[in-house]
Antibody
Framework: QVQLVQSGSELKKPGASVKVSCRASGYTFIDYPMNWVRQAPGQGLEWMGWINTNTGNPTYAQGFTGRFVFSLDTSVNTAYLQINGLKAEDTAVYYC????????????WGQGTLVTVSS | DIVMTQSPDSLAVSLGERATINCKSSQNILLKSNNKNYLAWYQQKAGQPPKLLIYWASTRESGVPDRLSGSGSGTDFTLTISSLQAEDVAIYYCQQYYRAPFTFGPGTKVNIK
């Protein structure tokens, strides 16, 4: 079965960087794009963008350009989200999400990674 | 961007009773060429990631109980739980995938009365 397993919680200071990993299994990794979704504490869901797992080409939603970087290591079926120059408002749970249909509704979710930014 | 709103913010329903959640999009999300509404519903239980319930506004995901159903078209949509069960306690989100950025509603919290 499809599994998306994310790295563990992170506590970072403002200005630092963090890299969240999402290891995929149960399907051919490069056949389906990977999306990222953010959920701030007690808040709703924000689509951050997606990465083409075949070409490595990322697409960022407005508000997630500049400091946010999507990347891949296809040798280990893993997608990454790096956030640079962390701010307190980046504190959130970050989900990797697979969209097998290609229509951008989201079937398969990682368990989420809590990133806490605090001095 | 297409803005999604939901009502109510929360509701409490007795076990076995009907729960109705409304979702409204700021723009039409029905594509006339294929007659499909680009609307999905998710359920999120405490401490868990969201789970896809319904897509194309009314198509139930495999394994989703048939007491959950989606309806609506254009800009106005509804998720109905026909007979609330204890395991339905969760936050429910609608999402449009008509146009990027793909946006979610703010969520509706469902509890047992």
């Amino acid at each position: 079965q499809v599994q998306l397993v994310q790295s563990g919680s992170e506590l970072k200071k403002p200005g630092a960087s963090v890299k969240v990993s999402c290891r995929a299994s149960g399907y051919t990794f490069i056949d389906y794009p990977m999306n990222w979704v953010r959920q701030a504490p007690g808040q709703g869901l924000e689509w951050m963008g997606w990465i083409n797992t075949n070409t490595g080409n990322p697409t960022y939603a407005q508000g997630f350009t500049g400091r946010f970087v999507f990347s891949l290591d296809t040798s280990v079926n893993t997608a990454y989200l790096q956030i640079n120059g962390l701010k307190a408002e980046d504190t959130a749970v970050y989900y990797c999400v697979r969209d097998p249909s290609g229509w951008y509704y989201f079937d398969d979710w990682g368990q989420g990674t809590l990133v806490t930014v605090s001095s | 961007d297409i803005v999604m709103t939901q009502s109510p913010d929360s509701l409490a329903v007795s076990l076995g009773e009907r729960a109705t959640i409304n979702c409204k999009s700021s723009q039409n999300i029905l594509l006339k060429s294929n007659n499909k509404n680009y609307l999905a519903w998710y359920q999120q239980k405490a401490g868990q990631p969201p789970k896809l319930l319904i897509y194309w506004a009314s198509t139930r995901e495999s394994g989703v109980p048939d007491r959950l159903s989606g309806s609506g078209s254009g800009t106005d949509f509804t998720l109905t739980i026909s007979s609330l069960q204890a395991e339905d306690v969760a936050i429910y989100y609608c999402q449009q995938y008509y146009r990027a950025p793909f946006t979610f509603g703010p969520g509706t919290k469902v509890n047992i009365k």
